[in-house]
Every structure is written in structure tokens, then in C-alpha cells.
């Protein structure tokens, strides 16, 4: 363990069993959902005020699609959390993800090209970040990290990926 | 490389043929302003602001032609840009997946090629690194060339030298005959690997096509046909719906891979074709990143099948990298057998399991439901006589879909062994997918809860292609069988078995 900036890092070798998320993150996400939320809302408010009854077919189909979006936008962030796990060693990184459909993806160090930290403002007020690794055959994310975490997981893969270049030189 | 180095210039046509694109968008904009009725007295002015456009682009291209210099040296090719920006590109002969050589209307007009260099990376798939235009004569010998400095990369041998060296016509036009003595075949010299006849053609470019695509073309003209007689006229829709889905396509294709031709010399395959635009491949068979047998219902009924491999910067407009049109299936089989022996996959395949009848079923109520809807909503219609061809319709696509049910269950299945992963997909269309480990970039393996409860799922291979990345996606099987295709990638790369430099 490493301290910095008051929060504790843990070692590369530490990451090498299963971590979960930081629960901050479910704040995160909750927050996100909110955002999303406000169209389909907005949309029904709007189609409502348009029909100018809500007996409307066509509103209490919007309303069901709305209502839909809604519990599983306030359902989805607690099951994300408690399923999302992510490992890294040496020379692959695993991610154990998703809410009804679940997904075990696993990525050769090998095959990464560019490793990025992305941080929203959303994911900045929790002190959140993401990684993604990019491979020629897409990008892979590791969502919600603490952010000393995510520049921490950054830094390792890139002197991974410079030190493989290198060598194939 | 220094001032004396020699070096090559792209043909003037290239500069003529950027202008006639901007002249042709300025006139578009001309027309429209026109056509909305612009103000004499501001017309002046407009046509002053137009032509100096035109001039600045002229200019631009001018010097641009002028200060690119295109380096042919010993180990890489520099392309050299000196204008506002210095640009510098450096490409080793051995990073190069394939060499194009295309030649479009204005190219066939003023006698000249663009020879595209491709390397194997998704940054590069839809735009090739680099490409330079010249003189049709000098863009084959330059190919030869390159293709020779490619081998030689490779394979650290020395190719022939047959009669390759560019002619020494023009100061700047000089590349360096290098290749003297031992044997190569040329590329334009080797026996054909199989011989590809117009009929060949015509019928890919026909039963080629996804079937549904060539089923709904045939409904179009039937319906056509039938109004035709019934009413006296043909109904425009259909007739646009049949022409822009099923003749354009097919005549697109005809025309792209007419005069279809391919050969191989040691580990470099050559695939030319082309009726107006001509189109030439060269690529390395290391480059080649899965392999893809495919058999849509019209051509599987017929007993063929077609080969595609894919190879960054051989996509065509369809992107479709194709290493053999429709053929007897066994021609195929034994074309892929005797190009790509590393492929193939003799293992046992593994059938789907019962619960994927759980999301074909799940399909198949969408695909009801909402032939349903619909049948509902035009029945409501007073349709006549019409009424009983809707009626045949709606039985003919039930029965296509319960039949599309039976054949998503039957065909999906999956095979491997240690280097080879074979994943057969598609229901009518079916696509046998060979997919080397070391080329897969990563996989995951997704389940629904009812597929969990079963310890099922399907699994989602991800990897480079020629049209920027692809994925492949499995049919449900055992999580632990799936899951073993992360696994072997990793133990290859663990103990060595993947070696990065047998693909380069």
C-alpha cells in the first residue's frame, strides 16, 4: 500500500486478485442515470402537454417506455456495483461486469496500443476515473476506478506496452 | 538519404484530378446559389470570392505536388511533405500487410495508377498509409519492386531481378534495380490458383449476395411483374426498391470483380480484378488475419461457397476481402486447404446448447409479433384482390421465419484446437470463421440469466480487419468451453508460442 494524496494505492500486486468498486461509485452512477433519466421524462412531459390528454395511446406508451427506463435506471447502479469486479497481473487484465447480462472479458496486456484516463465532471466530484485500453480489435473500459487507481493501473501499462515496443525493436 | 538521394514525384494528374473535385463542388455551389434567385448586383462579387478559391486551391496543389517526395530506400519508403508543415513518413517493407494498385475513371483516362501502401493496423484500414500516382507502366514496375523489397524483408532472400527496374525517363523517377539472380516467379507470370470464369462471376455477384437481400429482389420483381400485368403499369416503388437492393449491388459487383485473378509466388498472394476501375492486391499470407468460408442460401443450394481472408487495406467498396468467388464448394475447400494449410481446423465442433432455443425462440416472437402488427394494420386496408397476395406473403415469411428458427439452432457451432479457433455462424447465410489465437485481440464471454442458470453463454471475439476491427459472435455454448478461448490466447503468449514476429 501507498499513500498518496491522503488515499491509500494499493501495489500493482495487489490488484492482481478481484477488487470491487469503490461504493462512491454507485453516487456516481446515480448521478449519471439522473442525467440520462431527464430525455425520456422530458419527451413524455413534452408528448403529454402536445396530446393534451393523458389517455392518449400514444402517451401511455411513451409513459411505460418511460417507466421502464426509470426503475432500471435506479436499479441498475447497487447490482453494477456489487457484480463489477477487475483484476490486473502481469500480462492481462480481467473484468467481470454488466446487470441482467453479465460479461467475463480478458484482455492480453500483449495486445493494448494506448491506455487513456478519462475523468467527466461527474466521475471528478467522486474523485473517480476510467481506463481505456485500446487493441487493434477495439477498446476495452475499466469503469469507476478511484482515481489514484486508475493513474496507477495507467502508468503500469504504459511502461508495460513502452517495454514490449522497445524489445521488439 | 540526403539532396542526392533519388526520389519520386506523384503524376500531374493527381493535382488535376484534386481540382476537377473542387470545380465540380464549387459548381454545385454556383447552381444552388442561382437557383435561389442571388442578387445581380452581388454575382460579381460572388464569382471574384469563387475564383479565388479555385486559385488558392490550384496553387495549393501545386505546391503540394511539388514538395512531396516519395523515397524508395533500402530498408523503408519515406514520403517527405516540406510545404507549412514538414511531414515525415517512414514505412519499414516489412510492417506492409499489402500493396493496392488501383486505377479509377480519371486514372484510366490519363493512363495512370494509384499504388496504395497498407499496413496492418486498424488506424490504417480505411485509408492506406501512403499512396503515390503514377504513370501506369512505372506504378507496376514500382509495385514489382516493392512487393520484391517486401519478400526480401521477410524471408531475408533476394527475388529476380525481371526486368523490374523503373525506366530511367524522368531525373526524378529513379528507382534502383537491386534484385539481381536467384528465382522468383513474377506475380503477372504465375499460373492463376484457380481458374475464375465470367460466369463464375455473374452468379457471385447474383447468389453471392445475403440471401435475404437476393430474396427480397426477387419478390420486388415478381411484384412488378404482376402489377404489370394486372394493371397495366409498373409500380415505381418496387421497381426502385429492386434496382437500388438487388441490381445496383449486383451489377456493382460484377463490374468490381470482373477479369477476377489470383496467384500466389512463395508467401505473397496477388488478387487483380476490375471492368472500368481496375484493382490489384499484393499481401503477404502472414498478414492474413482470419479466413472466413462463406455460404449464403442460393449458393449453398447450388453446392458453392466463397473464400474471404481477411487483410487490412484489401477491403473493397462492400467490404469484402476475397480470396475466391463462388465455387463448387470442394474448388474452395481445396483452394484454402493448399493457400492456407495454417488455418485449418479438423477438431470436433461442438453443437449449441439447448438453452440457445431460449433466445432463437425469443427472436422469433419479435419477428412474429411484429409481422402481427403489421399484417393487422394493412388488412385493415380495402385491398381487393391484393388482399389475397398479402395472405401468401404472410405465410411465406412464417414459414421463412420458423425455418430461420430451425437453421440459427442447427448451423451455429464451434471447434478448436491448440493455434485454430473455428466459429460457425449465420442460419440461412451460414460463415465458417477460422480465427488464429494469435490474432484474436480479446474475447469476452456475455451470458443472459437464463443462459447463467445453465452455465451457458456465448462469447464475443474481437479482432483487426480490414474494415477497422470485427467481432465475431458465438452461438450459446458452455461458459467453461468458451471461456477457454481467453485462456489458450494467454498460455500462448505465456509460453512463447505466440511469436509476434511470424506475423510481420
Known amino acids: ?169 | 538519404m540526403n539532396e542526392d538521394t533519388p526520389y519520386l514525384r506523384n503524376h500531374w494528374s493527381m493535382v488535376v484530378s484534386s481540382i476537377l473535385k473542387v470545380l465540380l463542388a464549387l459548381a454545385f455551389i454556383i447552381v444552388i446559389a442561382v437557383a435561389n434567385g442571388m442578387p445581380a448586383e452581388i454575382l460579381p462579387y460572388y464569382a471574384l470570392f469563387i475564383s479565388l478559391i479555385l486559385a488558392l486551391v490550384v496553387v495549393w496543389n501545386i505546391i503540394i505536388w511539388k514538395k512531396t517526395r516519395y523515397y524508395f530506400l533500402d530498408d523503408e519508403i519515406v514520403v517527405l511533405r516540406d510545404t507549412v508543415f514538414r511531414k515525415e513518413l517512414r514505412i519499414q517493407y516489412e510492417r506492409l500487410a499489402s500493396v493496392n494498385v488501383q486505377r479509377d475513371f480519371i486514372c484510366r483516362i490519363l493512363g495512370t495508377a494509384k499504388l496504395a501502401f497498407n499496413l496492418n493496423s486498424n488506424v490504417n484500414v480505411s485509408q492506406a498509409e501512403a499512396f503515390i500516382v503514377l504513370k501506369e507502366e512505372d506504378a507496376e514496375v514500382l509495385r514489382k519492386d516493392v512487393y520484391k523489397r517486401m519478400f526480401q524483408a521477410s524471408n531475408g532472400t533476394v527475388g529476380t531481378d525481371d526486368g523490374t527496374d523503373v525506366p530511367d525517363t524522368d531525373s526524378e523517377v529513379m528507382i534502383q534495380p537491386q534484385y539481381a539472380g536467384a528465382g522468383v516467379t513474377p506475380l503477372e507470370d504465375a499460373e492463376p490458383l484457380v481458374h475464375i470464369s465470367t460466369f463464375d462471376i455473374f452468379l457471385h455477384s447474383i447468389i453471392g449476395m445475403p440471401s435475404i437481400q437476393a430474396l427480397f429482389g426477387v419478390l420486388m420483381a415478381i411484384y412488378s411483374i404482376v402489377t404489370f400485368f394486372m394493371q397495366g403499369a409498373i409500380s415505381i416503388l418496387p421497381l426502385v426498391i429492386l434496382i437500388a437492393e438487388f441490381v445496383l449491388p449486383a451489377v456493382g459487383t460484377f463490374i468490381r470483380y470482373y477479369g477476377y485473378r489470383l496467384v500466389r509466388v512463395g508467401d505473397t498472394v496477388s488478387v487483380s480484378s476490375g471492368l472500368f476501375s481496375t484493382r490489384s492486391d499484393s499481401f503477404k499470407l502472414s498478414k492474413v488475419n482470419f479466413v472466413r468460408v462463406r455460404e449464403p442460401l442460393f449458393c449453398r443450394l447450388a453446392g458453392r461457397a466463397i473464400l474471404e481472408a481477411e487483410v487490412v487495406g484489401t477491403a473493397n467498396e462492400n467490404g469484402i476481402p476475397l480470396l475466391c468467388p463462388t465455387k463448387k464448394k470442394d474448388i474452395v475447400m481445396g483452394l484454402f486447404h493448399d493457400l492456407l494449410p495454417e488455418f485449418e481446423c479438423n477438431e470436433v465442433h461442438e453443437k449449441q446448447s439447448k438453452t440457445s432455443l431460449a433466445t432463437i425462440g425469443l427472436y422469433m416472437a419479435v419477428y412474429l409479433s411484429i409481422l402481427a402488427v403489421i399484417t393487422y394494420l394493412i388488412s385493415s386496408l380495402n385491398l381487393g384482390v391484393w388482399g389475397i397476395l398479402l395472405y401468401i406473403a404472410v405465410v411465406i415469411l412464417v414459414v421463412y421465419i420458423a425455418v430461420w428458427g430451425f437453421l440459427a439452432y442447427r448451423n451455429y457451432s464451434l471447434a478448436m484446437d491448440e493455434d485454430i479457433l473455428k466459429i460457425v455462424t449465420g442460419a440461412y447465410d451460414r460463415s465458417v470463421n477460422y480465427v488464429l489465437f494469435d490474432k484474436i485481440q480479446y474475447a469476452t464471454v456475455r451470458s443472459s440469466p437464463l443462459q447463467r442458470r445453465h452455465g451457458d453463454g456465448r462469447c464475443k471475439v474481437s479482432m483487426l480487419s480490414s474494415r477497422g476491427f470485427t467481432e465475431i459472435l458465438s452461438g450459446v455454448f458452455k461458459a467453461e468451453v468458451l471461456e477457454k478461448i481467453s485462456a489458450t490466447v494467454m498460455a500462448r503468449i505465456r509460453d512463447g508460442r505466440y511469436d509476434f514476429r511470424r506475423y510481420q
Not at chain 1, 393523458?54 to 402517451?59: K, Q
Open chain 1, 1 to 169: 500500500m501507498v499513500e498518496e494524496n491522503g488515499q491509500t494505492v494499493p501495489d500493482i500486486q495487489e490488484l492482481s486478485d478481484f477488487r470491487t468498486l469503490n461504493p462512491l461509485s454507485k453516487n456516481a452512477m446515480y448521478l449519471g442515470n439522473l442525467i440520462v433519466l431527464a430525455i425520456p421524462v422530458a419527451i413524455t412531459v413534452a408528448l403529454g402537454l402536445y396530446l393534451k390528454s393523458y389517455t392518449d395511446f400514444r402517451f401511455l406508451a411513451m409513459l411505460a417506455l418511460a417507466a421502464i427506463v426509470v426503475v432500471y435506471e435506479l436499479v441498475s447502479p447497487p447490482i453494477f456495483y456489487k457484480y463489477y469486479r477487475y483484476r490486473m497481473d502481469d500480462d492481462c487484465i480481467e473484468v467481470r461486469s454488466g446487470v441482467i447480462f453479465r460479461a467475463h472479458t480478458l484482455v492480453p496486456v500483449e495486445r493494448i496500443h494506448q491506455v487513456e484516463v478519462k475523468k467527466g465532471p461527474i466521475l471528478r466530484k467522486y474523485g473517480l476515473a476510467t481506463v481505456t485500453m485500446t487493441t487493434a480489435g477495439g477498446t476495452v473500459s475499466l469503469e469507476y476506478l478511484d482515481e489514484p487507481i486508475a493513474e496507477e493501473i495507467a502508468q503500469h501499462l504504459n511502461e508495460k506496452i513502452i517495454k514490449m515496443l522497445k524489445a521488439r525493436q
